[in-house]
Protein backbone atom coordinates (compact mmCIF):
# COMPACT_ATOMS: atom_id res chain seq x y z
CA UNK A 1 0.00 0.00 0.00
CA UNK A 2 1.84 3.16 -0.84
CA UNK A 3 -0.61 5.56 1.54
CA UNK A 4 -1.61 5.34 5.76
CA UNK A 5 -4.44 6.73 7.44
CA UNK A 6 -3.68 6.82 10.77
CA UNK A 7 -6.60 6.93 12.63
CA UNK A 8 -7.22 8.12 16.55
CA UNK A 9 -9.23 7.25 19.17
CA UNK A 10 -11.08 9.86 19.64
CA UNK A 11 -11.60 10.04 15.60
CA UNK A 12 -12.80 6.51 15.74
CA UNK A 13 -15.16 6.79 18.71
CA UNK A 14 -16.65 10.35 16.66
CA UNK A 15 -16.77 8.32 13.30
CA UNK A 16 -18.71 5.17 15.28
CA UNK A 17 -21.08 7.50 16.93
CA UNK A 18 -21.92 8.52 13.73
CA UNK A 19 -22.48 5.00 12.22
CA UNK A 20 -24.95 4.90 15.68
CA UNK A 21 -26.84 7.81 14.96
CA UNK A 22 -28.09 6.18 11.57
CA UNK A 23 -29.14 2.89 13.09
CA UNK A 24 -31.60 4.40 15.12
CA UNK A 25 -34.12 3.97 16.26
CA UNK A 26 -32.62 1.14 18.68
CA UNK A 27 -35.82 -0.50 19.54
CA UNK A 28 -35.84 -2.68 15.97
CA UNK A 29 -32.55 -4.31 17.11
CA UNK A 30 -32.09 -7.32 19.31
CA UNK A 31 -28.56 -7.20 19.28
CA UNK A 32 -25.16 -6.60 17.68
CA UNK A 33 -22.96 -9.09 16.05
CA UNK A 34 -19.04 -8.41 16.12
CA UNK A 35 -16.90 -9.46 13.47
CA UNK A 36 -13.84 -10.27 15.97
CA UNK A 37 -11.28 -9.08 16.05
CA UNK A 38 -11.24 -5.31 14.57
CA UNK A 39 -15.15 -5.04 15.11
CA UNK A 40 -15.22 -5.70 18.48
CA UNK A 41 -14.39 -1.51 18.88
CA UNK A 42 -17.08 -0.21 16.91
CA UNK A 43 -19.02 -3.09 18.65
CA UNK A 44 -18.55 -1.41 21.86
CA UNK A 45 -19.08 1.89 20.96
CA UNK A 46 -22.26 0.91 19.46
CA UNK A 47 -23.61 -1.60 22.42
CA UNK A 48 -23.08 1.30 24.77
CA UNK A 49 -25.10 4.08 22.17
CA UNK A 50 -27.77 2.01 21.03
CA UNK A 51 -28.11 0.55 24.63
CA UNK A 52 -27.81 -2.88 23.54
CA UNK A 53 -26.51 -5.46 25.93
CA UNK A 54 -26.78 -8.59 23.58
CA UNK A 55 -23.52 -8.90 22.06
CA UNK A 56 -22.20 -11.60 19.59
CA UNK A 57 -19.11 -12.20 17.89
CA UNK A 58 -18.07 -13.77 14.50
CA UNK A 59 -14.85 -14.90 14.40
CA UNK A 60 -12.73 -14.84 11.29
CA UNK A 61 -9.31 -14.22 10.10
CA UNK A 62 -7.64 -13.31 6.64
CA UNK A 63 -4.85 -11.13 7.27
CA UNK A 64 -1.35 -11.39 8.75
CA UNK A 65 -0.53 -7.81 9.36
CA UNK A 66 -1.12 -6.81 6.31
CA UNK A 67 -0.70 -9.87 3.70
CA UNK A 68 -4.25 -11.51 2.97
CA UNK A 69 -4.32 -15.10 3.52
CA UNK A 70 -6.99 -17.72 3.32
CA UNK A 71 -9.99 -16.93 5.18
CA UNK A 72 -10.93 -19.08 8.91
CA UNK A 73 -14.17 -18.88 10.59
CA UNK A 74 -12.86 -20.00 14.36
CA UNK A 75 -16.78 -19.15 15.82
CA UNK A 76 -19.96 -17.96 14.86
CA UNK A 77 -22.90 -16.66 16.63
CA UNK A 78 -26.22 -19.02 15.43
CA UNK A 79 -28.39 -16.76 13.89
CA UNK A 80 -29.15 -15.72 10.00
CA UNK A 81 -28.78 -12.15 11.56
CA UNK A 82 -32.38 -11.27 11.33
CA UNK A 83 -32.62 -7.93 13.93
CA UNK A 84 -29.24 -7.51 14.37
CA UNK A 85 -26.39 -5.11 13.54
CA UNK A 86 -23.44 -7.12 12.18
CA UNK A 87 -20.64 -4.48 12.76
CA UNK A 88 -17.00 -4.60 11.46
CA UNK A 89 -14.10 -1.86 11.88
CA UNK A 90 -13.59 -1.63 7.81
CA UNK A 91 -13.99 -3.30 4.52
CA UNK A 92 -11.26 -3.42 2.29
CA UNK A 93 -10.88 -6.02 -0.70
CA UNK A 94 -14.38 -7.56 0.71
CA UNK A 95 -13.69 -10.86 0.92
CA UNK A 96 -14.13 -10.94 4.86
CA UNK A 97 -17.79 -8.96 3.57
CA UNK A 98 -19.20 -11.80 1.42
CA UNK A 99 -17.96 -14.69 3.62
CA UNK A 100 -19.84 -12.44 6.43
CA UNK A 101 -23.25 -11.88 4.24
CA UNK A 102 -23.61 -15.55 3.36
CA UNK A 103 -23.84 -16.20 6.96
CA UNK A 104 -26.44 -13.58 8.18
CA UNK A 105 -28.35 -12.52 5.24
CA UNK A 106 -30.61 -10.73 7.36
CA UNK A 107 -28.60 -8.63 9.00
CA UNK A 108 -27.83 -4.93 8.25
CA UNK A 109 -24.04 -4.72 7.86
CA UNK A 110 -22.19 -1.94 8.51
CA UNK A 111 -18.58 -0.54 8.97
CA UNK A 112 -16.61 2.62 10.00
CA UNK A 113 -13.98 2.40 6.93
CA UNK A 114 -14.75 1.32 3.40
CA UNK A 115 -12.55 1.44 0.46
CA UNK A 116 -13.95 0.97 -3.22
CA UNK A 117 -13.97 -2.52 -3.27
CA UNK A 118 -15.54 -3.35 -0.63
CA UNK A 119 -18.10 -0.69 -0.02
CA UNK A 120 -20.61 -2.25 -2.30
CA UNK A 121 -20.96 -5.12 0.23
CA UNK A 122 -22.10 -3.10 3.32
CA UNK A 123 -25.55 -1.46 3.90
CA UNK A 124 -23.38 1.69 5.50
CA UNK A 125 -20.44 2.58 6.63
CA UNK A 126 -19.15 6.47 7.52
CA UNK A 127 -15.79 7.28 6.05
CA UNK A 128 -14.27 6.55 2.14
CA UNK A 129 -10.23 5.36 2.14
CA UNK A 130 -8.92 5.27 -1.44
CA UNK A 131 -7.88 1.27 -2.14
CA UNK A 132 -4.13 1.82 -2.22
CA UNK A 133 -4.28 3.50 1.63
CA UNK A 134 -3.75 1.24 4.52
CA UNK A 135 -5.77 2.31 7.70
CA UNK A 136 -3.71 2.24 10.91
CA UNK A 137 -6.23 1.56 13.48
CA UNK A 138 -5.81 2.59 17.24
CA UNK A 139 -5.77 -0.43 18.80
CA UNK A 140 -2.45 -0.85 16.14
CA UNK A 141 -0.41 2.15 17.78
CA UNK A 142 1.71 3.44 20.38
CA UNK A 143 2.86 6.50 21.76
CA UNK A 144 6.61 7.02 20.69
CA UNK A 145 9.40 9.28 20.42
CA UNK A 146 9.46 11.37 17.60
CA UNK A 147 13.37 13.32 17.63
CA UNK A 148 13.04 17.52 17.43
CA UNK A 149 12.96 18.51 13.59
CA UNK A 150 16.59 19.86 13.65
CA UNK A 151 17.95 16.66 15.08
CA UNK A 152 16.80 14.63 12.09
O1 LIG B 1 -12.30 -6.58 3.11
P1 LIG B 1 -11.17 -7.48 3.48
O2 LIG B 1 -10.04 -7.38 2.49
O3 LIG B 1 -11.58 -8.89 3.73
O4 LIG B 1 -10.53 -6.91 4.83
C1 LIG B 1 -11.28 -6.48 5.93
C2 LIG B 1 -11.04 -7.32 7.16
O5 LIG B 1 -9.63 -7.37 7.46
C3 LIG B 1 -9.43 -7.02 8.82
O6 LIG B 1 -9.55 -8.14 9.67
P2 LIG B 1 -8.40 -9.24 9.87
O7 LIG B 1 -8.71 -10.43 9.02
O8 LIG B 1 -7.07 -8.59 9.65
O9 LIG B 1 -8.51 -9.71 11.35
P3 LIG B 1 -8.66 -8.89 12.72
O10 LIG B 1 -9.97 -8.16 12.63
O11 LIG B 1 -8.65 -9.96 13.75
O12 LIG B 1 -7.50 -7.95 12.85
C4 LIG B 1 -10.56 -6.06 9.12
O13 LIG B 1 -10.83 -6.00 10.51
C5 LIG B 1 -11.72 -6.67 8.36
O14 LIG B 1 -12.37 -7.66 9.12
MG1 LIG C 1 -11.30 -8.10 11.01
Given at each position: ?113 AKPAGAPLVDDYVIDIPQNTWIEQPWDLGLGFVPPIA??
Amino acid sequence: MSEKYVVTWDMFQMHARKLAERLLPASQWKGIIAVSRGGLFPAAVLARELGLRHVETVCIASYDHDQQGELRVLHAADTDGEGFIVVDDLVDTGNTAKEIRKMYPKAKFVTVFAKPAGAPLVDDYVIDIPQNTWIEQPWDLGLGFVPPIARK
